[in-house]
């Protein structure tokens, strides 16, 4: 499989976009409850496609790193943004509603897996990690 310079152009500006937008705001991205600002670009892998899943997956395992939480935080995160992804670009098409519903369910993939093993890492009950 051939990846042309474009892609992976793409896929490194949204890896570094990814990565810095989670660290910049480390205080709010990191903890149980993670507000990160940089999940904005996920939506985006609708129109753009995989460059977008394999970079903000890349900038996650970067960002994870950083945030110092563990292996599980750095492959979860991951998963769970390639995943969401990929879902999101599958499922939106040309419609709105499809869009729509492209973001909703990126948004319930990256909440249930990551509020699953982030209940793990904080020892809590699992209703308090993918509570939204």
């Given at each position: 499989m051939r990846i042309s310079s474009r892609d992976l152009a793409m896929t490194t500006i949204f890896a570094a976009l990814y990565a810095i937008g989670v660290i910049v705001l480390a205080p709010i991205s990191f903890g149980i409850y993670q507000v990160r600002v940089a999940d904005a670009l996920l939506p985006l892998a609708i129109i753009l496609g995989v460059p977008v899943?394999?970079?903000?997956?890349?900038?996650?395992?970067?960002?994870?790193?950083?945030?110092?939480?563990?292996?599980?935080?750095?492959?979860?995160?991951?998963?769970?943004?390639?995943?969401?992804?990929?879902?999101?670009?599958?499922?939106?098409?040309?419609?709105?509603?499809?869009?729509?519903?492209?973001?909703?369910?990126?948004?319930l993939t990256i909440t249930v897996i990551v509020g699953g093993y982030l209940s793990v890492i904080f020892n809590v009950p699992v209703e308090t990690g993918v509570s939204w």
């Amino acid at each position: 499989m051939r990846i042309s310079s474009r892609d992976l152009a793409m896929t490194t500006i949204f890896a570094a976009l990814y990565a810095i937008g989670v660290i910049v705001l480390a205080p709010i991205s990191f903890g149980i409850y993670q507000v990160r600002v940089a999940d904005a670009l996920l939506p985006l892998a609708i129109i753009l496609g995989v460059p977008v899943a394999l970079g903000t997956s890349l900038g996650c395992v970067i960002a994870n790193i950083y945030g110092g939480l563990g292996l599980i935080d750095i492959i979860g995160g991951a998963i769970a943004n390639f995943l969401a992804c990929l879902l999101a670009a599958y499922i939106g098409g040309e419609s709105f509603t499809k869009r729509i519903v492209g973001c909703l369910v990126e948004t319930l993939t990256i909440t249930v897996i990551v509020g699953g093993y982030l209940s793990v890492i904080f020892n809590v009950p699992v209703e308090t990690g993918v509570s939204w």
